[in-house]
C-alpha cells in the first residue's frame, strides 16, 4: 500500500519526513528566487556598466577571431586589435552612412505617398458608409490639434527626456568601445585573473567550462549575424520586388531585429507591413507579410539549425522566457542579452556536468572554433547534452 514502509510503520511517522523535505525545498526555493531577486537588481542599478559591457563581450566574440587569427601570422597583438577595431568601426559607419543617405533620399517619396494615403482616408470617411461631413472631420482635426496643445508639457518632458538618453547612449558607446579593446588586446589575460577567485581544486574545471562558453558565445554571434544578413537580403529583395519605398533603411532594420530572436523579426517585420500597407495599399502589405513569414520560415527549421548545430542548442521555450525576463529587466539591451546569456550558461553547465571534460586541459580549448556543449563520454556512451535535456 502507498505510504506504507513495513510491518511497524504508522501514517503518522511519515509526515515529519514530509514535512522536512518540503520544508527543505522551500527554502531552498526561495533562497534561489531571492538571489536572483537581489542579481536582477543590482544590474538594473548598474545597468550603464553591465549593458555596454556585455555588448562589448559579444562584439569580442565576433572580432576576437580575426585578431587571434594575425597574431598567429606574425602581427603584434595590439597592432592587430588597432586593425581589426578600425576596419570594424569602418564598416559599421559606412553602413550607416549609406542607411541614413537612402533614408533621406527615400523620406520625400514616402511622405507624398502617405499624404496620398491620408486623402484617401478622408475620401473614405466622407464618401464611405460613415458618411462624415467636411465640417465633422475639421472638428476631429481641431480636437486632435487641442490634445497636442493640452499635453504640450508633457511632449516638451519626453523630449528633454529623450535627450537624456541620448547622452547616457552615447556614454554607453563610449564605454563598450573601450572595453571591446581591451577585451580584444588582453581578453585571456582578463580571464586567467577573473578564474583566480575559484578554489585551486576546480579550477581547472571551472577554466575549461568557462572556455566552452565563450566559444559558444563565437558560434551564436557568427550564427546570428549570417542570419541576419540573410534575412536581410531576403526581405529587401522582397520589398524591392513589391515597389515598397525605403528598401535599404527598412532591410538594414530586419538585419539589427535578427539580433534579438523570434520577436526582433516580428517587431520590425510589422514596420516593413505598415510602410507597404501606407505606401502601396493593402495586397502589397499582405504580400510582404507573406514574404516575412516565409524568411522567418527558412530562417528557424533550416537556417538556425545548420548554422547554429549543437553548439548553442536552446530550447524555443527557453528562448522566449529568457527575452521575456530579459525585457522585464532591462528592456531592448535585455532581450538583446539574454539569449547569449542563456547560450553561455548553456554551454558551461553541461562542460562541469561532463565526465569527459575532467580530463581536458585548458589549452586544449579553442574559444575561435565551434565547440560541442557536451563532449562525447565515452564510458556513457552518450552525450551528457543528451543527458540534460539538450
Known amino acids: 500500500m502507498i505510504g506504507v514502509t513495513g510491518p511497524d510503520s504508522r501514517p503518522g511517522d511519515r509526515v515529519p519526513a514530509l ?34 559591457t556585455g555588448v562589448a563581450l559579444l562584439l569580442a566574440a565576433l572580432l576576437s577571431p580575426a585578431v587571434s587569427q ?3 601570422v606574425g602581427v603584434p597583438r595590439g597592432l592587430a586589435t588597432g586593425f581589426v577595431l578600425v576596419a570594424g568601426l569602418a564598416v559599421v559607419g559606412g553602413v550607416l552612412t549609406f542607411v541614413i543617405t ?23 470617411l466622407r464618401d464611405g458608409p460613415l458618411h462624415l461631413s467636411d465640417v465633422q472631420l475639421q472638428q476631429y482635426l481641431d480636437r486632435a490639434v487641442e490634445t497636442v496643445k493640452e499635453n504640450q508639457s508633457d511632449i516638451t518632458s519626453g523630449a528633454l527626456t529623450t535627450a537624456a538618453t541620448v547622452g547616457e547612449l552615447m556614454t554607453g558607446i563610449l564605454l563598450a568601445l573601450f572595453t571591446l579593446i581591451f577585451f580584444l588586446h588582453d581578453g585571456d589575460g582578463i580571464w586567467r585573473f577573473l578564474i583566480r577567485v575559484v578554489p585551486a581544486d576546480v579550477r581547472d574545471r571551472a577554466d575549461v567550462a568557462g572556455r566552452r562558453g565563450f566559444a559558444s558565445l563565437v558560434s551564436y554571434v557568427r550564427a546570428t549575424a549570417a542570419v541576419a544578413v540573410v534575412d536581410a537580403v531576403g526581405v529587401g529583395i522582397g520589398l524591392w520586388i513589391v ?8 532591410s538594414a532594420l530586419v538585419f539589427l531585429g ?14 516593413a507591413v505598415l510602410v507597404a500597407l501606407v505606401a502601396n495599399g493593402p495586397v502589397a502589405a499582405l504580400v510582404v507579410l507573406a514574404i516575412l513569414i516565409g524568411v522567418m520560415q527558412l530562417e528557424s527549421h533550416v537556417l538556425q539549425p545548420l548554422l547554429l548545430g549543437r553548439a548553442v542548442k536552446l530550447h524555443p521555450l527557453a528562448v522566449v522566457l529568457a527575452i521575456t525576463a530579459g525585457l522585464v529587466v532591462s528592456g531592448i539591451a535585455g532581450a538583446l542579452l539574454s539569449v547569449p546569456l542563456l547560450a553561455v550558461l548553456n554551454s558551461g553547465i553541461r562542460s562541469l556536468l561532463s565526465e569527459s571534460d575532467r580530463h581536458v586541459a585548458p589549452q586544449q580549448v579553442d574559444v575561435h572554433e565551434p565547440q560541442e556543449t557536451g563532449p562525447t563520454d565515452k564510458a556513457a556512451g552518450e552525450r551528457v547534452d543528451d543527458e540534460v535535456g539538450g
Open 102 to 124: 537612402e533614408f533621406s533620399k527615400g523620406l520625400p517619396e514616402l511622405q507624398s505617398q502617405v499624404s496620398a494615403s491620408l486623402d484617401t482616408i478622408r475620401d473614405w
Open 243 to 250: 515597389g515598397v519605398p525605403l528598401v535599404v533603411p527598412l
Open 70 to 72: 594575425l597574431s598567429r
Open 19 to 52: 514535512l522536512r523535505v518540503s520544508a527543505a525545498l522551500s527554502w531552498r526555493f526561495v533562497a534561489v528566487v531571492a538571489a536572483l531577486y537581489v542579481v536582477a537588481q543590482v544590474v538594473g542599478f548598474l545597468a550603464t556598466i553591465v549593458i555596454p
Open 258 to 271: 535578427a539580433f534579438i530572436p523570434i520577436i526582433g523579426a516580428v517587431i520590425t517585420g510589422a514596420v
